[in-house]
């Protein structure tokens, strides 16, 4: 009788280490199809801002991603922000930055500011989209009527926060002629109002008009946190999904304060307003927008209309 002889377990190698890469990949490949064909032919309107504007790990892949729902026929529109970069500009021309509830108190001069930085962030925005192989066109409220603003005022408060607008209409038909012939429309928040002034535009509020004015089927905001908690220094009770009017109670109760009262409300009205689901989306996660759009589980709070 031969002896049987155990051979040795060879080594993994660089092949086949490949090998179960190229698998895995495949396999994630073909389970987003699904949503793939969920999303396809759909408007989703991204707020773009936060450390995923600063951070080059995390640019690069927003970029990556608006580029990839590009490529697979999600009709994307990108808004920006910038306020880090107009408070810096401001300072360097002896421009003291000033906020009033979490809102820049914008005067003549930081209106011109604004204008200027954020004007060149969006057309940046344009060109790294562009480098990714997503035609993209980067364009102001001004351009094309696109946005008309009027000056925002807040009943509750007696506080004047000089040239900072509230989106009164969105001309959609020029945001529909770019993505039908194939770009990805960046659009800087700035808007003319009829009394003949500039208006600096709350980037989230602008997104969310935009969004409902698209019909569009989704809204995310990218911020710097990980979304809605019921007590914010509780990290435990982050809320994965409410409805409007829930969120509603937890302003009223003092859950959500502060900077997340404009997101919060935003996203209300846009799902009020006919947008299919709004999100806020934690932004300091790699590749959240594909997280959000391609998985169950998302990451991020998920507003949608009441029931």
Not at 108 to 127: D, Y
Not at 148 to 164: N, T, Y
Request: glycine share 12%; hydrophobic share 40%.
């Amino acid at each position: 009788m031969t002896p049987s002889t155990t051979l040795p377990t060879p080594a993994p190698d660089a092949t086949s280490t490949r090998t179960v890469d190229t698998a895995q990949r495949a396999q994630i490949i073909s389970e987003a199809l699904p949503y793939l064909r969920r999303w396809r032919g759909q408007t989703v309107v991204i707020k773009y801002g936060g450390a995923a504007m600063t951070e080059d790990a995390l640019k690069a892949a927003v970029m990556g991603d608006v580029a990839l729902l590009h490529y697979v026929g999600v009709k994307v529109v990108v808004v920006h922000g910038g306020g880090n970069e107009i408070s810096q500009m401001c300072r360097q021309l002896g421009i003291e930055p000033k906020f009033v509830d979490g809102m820049r108190v914008t005067d003549p001069e930081t209106m011109r500011v604004t204008e200027m930085v954020m004007g060149q962030i969006g057309k940046n925005i344009a060109q790294l989209l562009g480098d990714k192989g997503a035609p993209a066109v980067g364009l102001s409220g001004k351009d094309g009527a696109l946005l008309r603003a009027r000056k925002f005022k807040d009943e509750s408060s007696e506080a004047d926060w000089g040239l900072v607008g509230e989106v009164e209409k969105v001309e959609a038909g020029l945001l529909h002629t770019l993505a039908q012939q194939g770009f990805v429309p960046v659009v800087t928040p700035v808007a003319p109002g009829h009394d003949g002034e500039t208006y600096n535009v709350n980037a989230d509020t602008a997104a969310g008009a935009i969004a409902v004015a698209l019909g569009a089927a989704k809204l995310l905001l990218l911020t710097d946190v990980a979304g809605i908690f019921r007590d914010f220094s509780d990290k435990s009770s982050l809320i994965d999904a409410l409805e409007a009017r829930q969120a509603e109670t937890l302003i009223a109760d003092g859950a959500v304060s502060k900077g997340m009262i404009p997101k919060v409300r935003c996203c209300m009205e846009a799902v009020r307003g006919g947008v299919g689901r709004a999100h806020i989306v934690d932004g300091r996660t790699p590749h959240a927008i594909l997280t959000e759009l391609f998985t169950d589980t998302g990451c991020g709070t998920m507003i949608t209309r009441d029931q």
